[in-house]
Nanobody, 119 residues
Framework: QVQLVESGGGLVQPGGSLRLSCAASRSILSIDTMGWYRQAPGKQRELVAAITSGGRTNSEYSVKGRFTISRDNAKNTVYLQMNSLKPEDTAVYYC?????????????WGQGTQVTVSS
């Protein structure tokens, strides 16, 4: 069964906003870090933002001040609030989660949600 499910993608105008959500299956135990990556056609997948279970965040330079990552640990859900969207933000956005058990990391990926920023 799919263990990470993204939602919230779509078509928005430049300067617009979008909020992505990613719900992790309860079958994934001991999730430590959750995050968002994106991949545009012909480009490599890149980290957008990540957040630890304790709320510590990291984000890519180009989205600083525009995107905010947050999570609800009780719901195994991570969010990405995207404001002031630019055409260069257009990409498939992938959710990921990393479980950490006794120092061993296991990564999980969602199927992606398309974000298109265009007028």
């Amino acid at each position: 069964q799919v263990q990470l499910v993204e939602s919230g993608g779509g078509l928005v105008q430049p300067g617009g906003s979008l909020r992505l959500s990613c719900a992790a299956s309860r079958s994934i135990l001991s999730i430590d870090t959750m995050g968002w990556y994106r991949q545009a056609p012909g480009k490599q997948r890149e980290l957008v933002a990540a957040i630890t279970s304790g709320g510590r965040t990291n984000s890519e330079y180009s989205v600083k001040g525009r995107f905010t990552i947050s999570r609800d640990n009780a719901k195994n859900t991570v969010y990405l609030q995207m404001n002031s969207l630019k055409p260069e933000d257009t990409a498939v956005y992938y959710c990921n989660a990393i479980s950490l058990v006794h120092g061993y990391s296991t990564g999980y990926w969602g199927q992606g949600t398309q974000v298109t920023v265009s007028s």
